[in-house]
C-alpha cells in the first residue's frame, strides 16, 4: 500500500510560480509511474503530467506544457511539479497519483491517490 502526501499548494497571482511537492511512502517508489492531475469545482478530473519510473519519460497536458514541470527524486521518494506562468484556468485541487506506465496516466489508469492540495490563482 503506497500512500502519498502533497504539500505546496496556496494562492498566488496569474504569472506567479508554485511548486507542488508529493511524498510517497509505503511502496518501492522507483517502481511506480507519478503523475499529477487536478480537478476544478464543477469539471471533471484532467490529467496534467506524468514521469517514469526512471524519470526518464515525461507527459504533458497540452494545456499546461511549456509551462508546468514534473521531477522525481528516487533517492527522497518525492515527485515534484513546478508551476510557472500560472493561470486562472490553472485553479484545481491538485492530486498526486502513482501506477504502472507513465504512458497509460493520461487516461487516469493509477493505483494510488493523495487527498490533494489547492491551487488558487487570482487575475
Known amino acids: 500500500q503506497v500512500q502519498l502526501v502533497e504539500s505546496g499548494g496556496g494562492l498566488v497571482q496569474a504569472g506567479g510560480s508554485l511548486r507542488l511537492s508529493c511524498a510517497a511512502s509505503?511502496?518501492?517508489?522507483?517502481?511506480?509511474?507519478m503523475g499529477w492531475f487536478r480537478q476544478a469545482p464543477g469539471k471533471e478530473r484532467e490529467f496534467v503530467a506524468a514521469?517514469?519510473?526512471?524519470?526518464?519519460?515525461?507527459y504533458y497536458a497540452d494545456s499546461v506544457k511549456g509551462r508546468f514541470t514534473i521531477s522525481r527524486d528516487n533517492a527522497k521518494d518525492t515527485v515534484a511539479l513546478q508551476m510557472n506562468s500560472l493561470k486562472p484556468e490553472d485553479t484545481a485541487g491538485y492530486y498526486c497519483?502513482?501506477?504502472?506506465?507513465?504512458?497509460?496516466?493520461?487516461?487516469?489508469?493509477?493505483?494510488?491517490w493523495g487527498q490533494g492540495t489547492q491551487v488558487t490563482v487570482s487575475s
Open positions: 497519483a502513482a501506477g504502472g506506465v507513465a504512458a497509460t496516466m493520461p487516461s487516469g489508469a493509477c493505483d494510488y
Open positions: 509505503g511502496g518501492t517508489f522507483r517502481s511506480y509511474a
Open positions: 514521469i517514469s519510473g526512471s524519470g526518464i519519460r515525461t
